[in-house]
Every structure is written in structure tokens, then in C-alpha cells.
T-cell receptor
Framework: QQQVKQSPQSLIVQKGGISIINCAYE??????FPWYQQFPGKGPALLIA?????SEKKEGRFTISFNKSAKQFSLHIMDSQPGDSATYFC???????????FGKGTSLLVTP | GAVVSQHPSRVICKSGTSVKIECRSL??????MFWYRQFPKQSLMLMAT?????????EQGVEKDKFLINHASLTLSTLTVTSAHPEDSSFYIC?????????FGQGTRLTVV
């Protein structure tokens, strides 16, 4: 059973635009919500992560918005660039020592 | 720099043979490591949790006799795909945790011909 639901499956954004990817979870015990970027043939790389005690976290062009009551979190990529074209995965887990539960992924294409 | 080193990055093997994939923790010791499998255009699915000095914990539907996991030291976990078949062709990725984040290896692309 998919514990983290991610949408959209694919996304096309023009250069300079904002890319928005959404995720929802069911387990209220989840304590850590990371976003990963993956290029073909490579392992996932951590972009940004948030814990449920904050509602927003920003690092450069990447922002996570977290809505604990709705059990949703989203990734915003500002000023999207062609180099951002990749697959993005949201994930969630319990405490350290537990495996990550991944969303199905979003294939992002940023057009020039 | 990389904190998890996974080798090989790519391997092609004949059907019926076995392949070993290594996952090393380069900075701190890891009593627990995770093995994921990713089919093309799909998400990462947890296969098993590797525990140093004890048996691995396998997810439902993952054959423990086919995917042998050994975690004999605090810095090394290995996954051996035994009697590989074409349907085992996939991208295998290991990871470990710190208190703040999960670190992933570079992944191993296994092709069984």
C-alpha cells in the first residue's frame, strides 16, 4: 500500500517558471519528510527536508510547504531551469532507523 | 562528498549466475542499512533492512533465499542476487541513516541476460 501519494506524475514548466509537486501521507507518526532529485542512472540526491514542527523551509530556489492538519507537503522550485529536469520523489519516514516510504515520483521537464 | 559508496555501478551477468553488490559507509558506522530496488520509471521500493550482526529483515514478497544480505561489519553491507534471472534486472540502491537525513549510494544497474 502506497503510504505516500505524489502528484503530478509528470510536469512541464517553462524556464523561469515555478514547478510545484504535491504529496500526501496517511501515517501521522511520520517524522521526517525529504525530497529527492534523481537523474537517470544515478541514485537519489537529497534536495531539502522538513520535520512536522515547521510549516515551511526554504533553501535557495527550493521550498517545502508543510500542512500537518491536511497531511500534505509540497515542493516548489522557483525560477525553474532546464538543469532541474529530473525525477523528483517525496518521501516520509518514522524516526531515524526506519526506511523511507517514497512517492511514485514526478518527471519534471523544464523547457528553454 | 559521498558518504555511501556502492559498487559496482553497473553489472551484466548471465542468467543463473550470482552477483554481489557492496555498500560501504564511508564516514560513520551504520548498524542499519537499507536496500531498495527501482524498476524503470518507477519509485524506489524497500527490499530489506540490513542489520549489523543479525539477520536482515525482508519486505513482503522479497525472497530472502534469492536476495542474500550480509552485514558483517559496521561499515559494509552486501546484497547478493543468487541465480539471477532477467526479471531481476533492475536498479539496486542502498542507503543509511543519520539522525538528520538518509544517504544513498550511487546505485547498481543490474542487467541479466
Amino acid at each position: 500500500q502506497q503510504q505516500v501519494k505524489q502528484s503530478p506524475q509528470s510536469l512541464i514548466v517553462q524556464k523561469g517558471g515555478i514547478s510545484i509537486i504535491n504529496c500526501a501521507y496517511e501515517n501521522t507518526a511520520f517524522d521526517y519528510f525529504p525530497w529527492y532529485q534523481q537523474f537517470p542512472g544515478k541514485g537519489p540526491a537529497l534536495l531539502i527536508a522538513i520535520r512536522p514542527d515547521v510549516s515551511e523551509k526554504k533553501e535557495g530556489r527550493f521550498t517545502i510547504s508543510f500542512n500537518k492538519s491536511a497531511k500534505q507537503f509540497s515542493l516548489h522550485i522557483m525560477d525553474s531551469q532546464p538543469g532541474d529536469s529530473a525525477t523528483y520523489f517525496c518521501a516520509a519516514r518514522l524516526n531515524s532507523g526506519y526506511a523511507l516510504n517514497f512517492g511514485k515520483g514526478t518527471s519534471l521537464l523544464v523547457t528553454p | 562528498g559521498a558518504v555511501v559508496s556502492q559498487h559496482p555501478s553497473r553489472v551484466i551477468c548471465k542468467s543463473g549466475t550470482s552477483v554481489k553488490i557492496e555498500c560501504r559507509s564511508l564516514d560513520f558506522q551504520a548498524t542499519t542499512m537499507f536496500w531498495y530496488r527501482q524498476f524503470p520509471k518507477q519509485s524506489l521500493m524497500l527490499m530489506a533492512t540490513s542489520n549489523e550482526g543479525s539477520k536482515a529483515t525482508y519486505e513482503q514478497g522479497v525472497e530472502k533465499d534469492k536476495f542474500l544480505i550480509n552485514h558483517a561489519s559496521l561499515t559494509l553491507s552486501t546484497l547478493t542476487v543468487t541465480s539471477a534471472h532477467p526479471e531481476d534486472s533492475s536498479f539496486y540502491i542502498c542507503s543509511k541513516d543519520s539522525n538528520t537525513e538518509a544517504f544513498f549510494g550511487q546505485g547498481t544497474r543490474l542487467t541479466v541476460v
